[in-house]
């Protein structure tokens, strides 16, 4: 019932010419049923968005942003607001990604304000939550999960959070090549369906899809996907490979 979801989450990587090339291959190499069966965004650094949207757009491939302000205009050097990341084609917006909360120092209020904004300014946001390394080995995950899932969703009505994707990505897993094992993660997914039903109701956390990220890759798809809770994937590394990322794609049909 609830339609997969794979995100490539480009980071700080490529360049015009790379960037455009990634875009073409995949929008080529995805067939139709695939592109129907599954929902795939790619999500390049800002400057790189209009030239991917129109890389794309033969295909069933969306766009999304890596981050985003939490006002919609105005005197805010350097920020870039929902309305003009609608404006340039984009669908989708990361918030709180672990590069922002760890290496940029996001709050959990800000990120909240942005997962708030980026749905008035009628995109779909994918909030990101996880656990240190240091936090899972002192057997805090649930506690800092949970805290981030009702964080971030903080003041949103269920109509609201019904745009919302969550990306569970253990940061112990990101960029390091381990990948949280399919039970870890199903565990995790599982917990924030509870707090979603506890939050919201059922019916929403039903709906509501839960992607994992944390070097998922073409080898580890499968067993991840088969997991009851588990809805996509949020691919860093292995979306810079146009055939690494359809292979992801294809086992999560
Ligand atoms: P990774 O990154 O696949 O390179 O571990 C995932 C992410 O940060 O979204």
Redesign the pocket.
């Known amino acids: 019932m609830r339609k997969p979801f794979v995100a490539g989450?480009w980071?700080m990587n490529t360049d015009s010419h790379t960037g455009v090339n990634l875009a073409k291959s995949l929008a080529s190499g995805l067939s139709e049923s695939t592109g129907k069966s599954v929902d795939v965004a790619v999500i390049p650094p800002f400057v790189y968005i209009p030239a991917v949207v129109e890389a794309v757009s033969t295909a069933r491939i969306a766009v999304g942003a890596q981050n985003v302000y939490i006002e919609e205009k105005g005197a805010f050097t350097g920020e870039i607001s929902a309305a003009m990341l609608k404006d340039v084609g984009c669908t989708y917006a990361l918030c709180g990604?672990?590069?922002r909360r760890h290496v940029i120092g996001e709050s959990d209020d800000l990120i909240n304000k942005k997962v708030s904004a980026v749905i008035s300014g009628g995109l779909l946001p994918i909030l990101?939550v996880g656990e240190l390394l240091e936090e899972r080995k002192a057997e805090q995950t649930s506690e800092v999960v949970s805290r981030q899932i009702k964080a971030g969703l903080a003041g949103l009505s269920a109509e609201k959070v019904s745009a919302v994707t969550i990306?569970y990505?253990p940061v112990w897993?990101?960029?390091?090549g381990l990948t949280a094992t399919p039970e870890q993660a199903q565990e995790v997914h599982a917990l924030i369906r509870k707090i979603l039903g506890e939050m919201y109701d059922g019916k929403l956390a039903e709906e509501i899809r839960i992607q994992y990220?944390?070097?998922?890759k073409p080898e580890n798809a499968s067993e991840l996907m088969a997991q009851q809770d588990v809805d996509g994937l949020?691919?860093?590394?292995?979306?810079l490979k146009s055939d690494d990322f359809l292979a992801i794609i294809q086992a999560a049909v």
């Open positions: 989450n980071k990604h672990s590069e990101c990306a990505e897993a990101i960029g390091t990220g944390g070097s998922a949020l691919v860093g590394g292995a979306s």
